[in-house]
């Protein structure tokens, strides 16, 4: 029997992570939730990982959010303590010291949505569809999305979205700026292992420290932003990896990064 979470490391410095339930949309059950957890835990302290490939099992869901089904059997306090575990879940991928790509193979509806909204870079195959359809639910997006989905796209367009629950096709979505790129469906994972290769030639430390200066230096002042910039930087400087650059464009090679 396949794991409900897939962990592909045959590529150096670089890890896919599959939603495997297509059976059921790749929603996020109990057991999905704690795998994908266990897994992030695994790769968030992976010193050889320079970049995170995250996308849904088959064609037809990257991933459709909750397990509605199973939530049905749930008490008010069950359903209450299952949201907070996605939302730790969706924000502990965000958290990722790595440059983390969700490859959206098909629709991202609801918490599968914020699941990649989390992400660092989105793209999508040309087939997906996607949207945070809660409040025609009677909900709200509860893991995120009415926070990220309005630093991405703005918050004029994030309100229409979320207000209608209008689910958005992938040229739609790229014409928003919700993701930044789109592929053939059979060229999806093939492109996103192109993109991830393009990152992880990199130093793998400046790519942490690049990383954690954009995302907490875009949520405050520019003054204070530079401030985060000029600290991450810092981290940067006693690094091998930062005298292989130096010596790799002198001599007119190619640096080999060790993230020392």
Do not use: W
């Amino acid at each position: 029997m396949s794991s409900i979470i897939e962990l592909n490391r045959e590529i150096t410095g670089i890890a896919i992570v599959t939603l495997n339930r297509p059976q059921a949309a790749n929603a996020l059950s109990l057991d999905m939730l704690k795998e994908l957890n266990g897994v992030m835990k695994q790769l968030r302290y992976d010193p050889s990982l320079r970049c995170i490939i995250l996308t849904g099992s088959g064609e037809k869901a990257f991933c459709a959010g909750a397990d509605l089904k199973e939530r049905r059997s749930m008490k008010e306090a069950e359903v209450k303590r299952t949201v907070k575990l996605i939302g730790y879940t969706i924000s502990s991928i965000e958290e990722l010291p790595q440059p983390v790509i969700a490859a959206i193979n098909g629709s991202a509806f609801g918490g599968g949505l914020e699941l990649a909204l989390a992400c660092d870079i989105r793209i999508a195959a040309d087939s997906a569809k996607m949207g945070l359809t809660e409040t025609s639910l009677g909900i709200i997006p509860g893991a995120g999305g009415t926070q990220r989905l309005p630093r991405i796209i703005g918050t004029s367009r994030a309100k229409e979205l979320i207000f209608t629950a209008r689910r958005i096709d992938a040229f739609e979505a790229e014409r928003l700026g919700l993701i930044s790129k789109i592929t053939d469906s059979g060229q999806l994972l093939k492109t996103a292992v192109s993109l991830a290769n393009e990152i992880a030639r990199n130093a793998p430390i400046a790519l942490q420290a690049a990383k954690q200066a954009i995302n907490q230096g875009v949520e405050t002042d520019i003054a204070t932003g530079l401030k985060i910039e000029e600290l991450c930087y810092g981290r940067t400087i006693s690094t091998s990896d930062r005298l292989e650059g130096l010596n790799a464009f002198k001599e007119k090679r190619t640096p080999i990064f060790t993230g020392e």
